[in-house]
């Protein structure tokens, strides 16, 4: 199975900084990559798939990057309801797997 | 409005069996294939199965492959996940989530609130 790891494991940020996750697979997965942002309690909700594309209705401060094995999210300016924990999901080939996912919080 | 609400979670005893339910609607069913995604209190997300919308492909996780199956009644717009041989580690909240594909991409679009899943003597 393709191996995804995430950097950092969590930061801590302020409103309106950039903030850059970084995402790495095992092997190369083309562009078959996705964005997840998860809030306590809540289901996972997409961001940014086949590694740069934004979801419809995602804010344009959220903007992805990369291909093969390493990729990045970021956010350009740090909104108050962007602190959550991120996840990076390759689905290049089963079995799909999740980064370790990186949480955000506040400084 | 497009909905995928997961139902049948419960405590259940080390050994025991469960089936869960995602029940669709707002979109063709068929249409799509749709996976489990489960996350283990205080951890990370965990792909566990996926099946191709005619049911004719499936696909498992190392750790489920074996002693959970997925299944789906397109009829009824109902996605399935029969687990059997639960372990303590099985416990999560699990998640249904309709895989979109296009002509270059494929995604999770849409995800359901979840169902909890306690194995526990």
């Known amino acids: 199975a393709i191996q995804m790891t995430q950097s950092p494991s969590s930061l801590s940020a302020s409103v309106g900084d950039r903030v850059t996750i970084t995402c790495r697979a095992s092997?190369?997965?083309?562009?078959?990559l996705g964005w997840y942002q998860q809030k306590p309690g809540k289901a996972p909700k997409l961001l940014i798939y086949?590694?740069?594309s934004l979801q419809s209705g995602v804010p344009s401060r959220f903007s992805g990057s990369g291909s093969g094995t390493d990729f990045t999210l970021t956010i350009s300016s740090l909104q108050p309801e962007d602190f959550a924990t991120y996840y990076c999901l390759q689905d290049y080939n089963y079995p799909f797997t999740f980064g370790p996912g990186t949480k955000v919080d506040i400084k | 409005e497009v909905q995928l609400l997961e139902s049948g979670g419960g405590l259940v005893q080390p050994g025991g069996s469960l089936r869960l339910s995602c029940a669709a609607s707002g979109f063709t069913f068929s249409s799509y294939a749709m996976s489990w995604v489960r996350q283990a209190p205080g951890k990370g997300l965990e792909w566990v199965s996926a099946?191709?919308?005619?049911?004719?492909?499936?696909y498992y996780a190392d750790s489920v492959k074996g002693r959970f199956t997925i299944s789906r009644d397109n009829s009824k717009n109902t996605l399935y996940l029969q687990m059997n041989s639960l372990r303590a580690e099985d416990t999560a909240v699990y998640y249904c989530?309709?895989?979109?594909?296009?002509?270059?991409?494929?995604?999770?679009?849409?995800w359901g609130k979840g169902t909890t899943v306690t194995v526990s003597s």
């Open positions: 989530a309709k895989y979109y594909c296009s002509s270059t991409s494929c995604y999770m679009d849409v």
């Open positions: 092997q190369g997965i083309r562009n078959d």
């Open positions: 086949a590694a740069s």
């Open positions: 099946i191709s919308g005619s049911g004719g492909s499936t």
